[in-house]
């Protein structure tokens, strides 16, 4: 079966690669809103949006992802247990790669970057994924690309920086959103096929 909406979920591609062009403030605010129509448990709508399009805070933001990167990297031994994968070698080097490199792959220099933001209590970080992934859908619609950055999770680390994009007390980030007009769009990531995932009781 296709429809538009299943065209749009399949179509939908991570964009890494964005124009110079800003995004319009009603276009933010579309996507925002389609958002906030995600479920959420009892309806509770626990999310809050902190949207950053001002481009050096953006680039300040990327430069303390590596510095925390780095910081992680150097106790090592400290945070294997909070982190199993940096025992693998390859994960190691990927890190080391990100943090050290002098372009700006956290964010991609996109020119608006959305966190959502939520009180750590039960089922709030499921409901803002829901929110996370209708704004990449409705963005898709529009012509917008998206990205989730997973890494910016590790801003949470420097209360400072959190304060002065004006986290407020008690919150933390469920999920960061990178926007911008596509400036390449990569060939689909290749799913896995439906065979093998699926586990029918009749
Ligand atoms: C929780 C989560 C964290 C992610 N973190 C990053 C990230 O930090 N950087 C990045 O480039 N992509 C990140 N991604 C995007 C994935 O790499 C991407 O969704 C996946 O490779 C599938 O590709 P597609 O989105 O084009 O279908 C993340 C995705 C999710 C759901």
Redesign the pocket.
Known sequence: MENEIIKCIKER??I?NFEEKKLPEDVIESIIEAGKYAPSPENRQPWRFIVVTNRQKIKELSGEVKKQIKKILKNKWKWQRRYPELKEADTFLFLKAVANSSKDIIFYDAPAVIFIITKPLVFNIEACSCAAQNMMLAAWSMGVGS?????AKFLELNKEIMQDIGLPEGYVIASCLAFGYPARIPK??IRKPMTGIINWID
Do not use: L, Q, V
């Open positions: 591609r991570s890494r990205c989730w950055i997973g890494f689909a990531a």
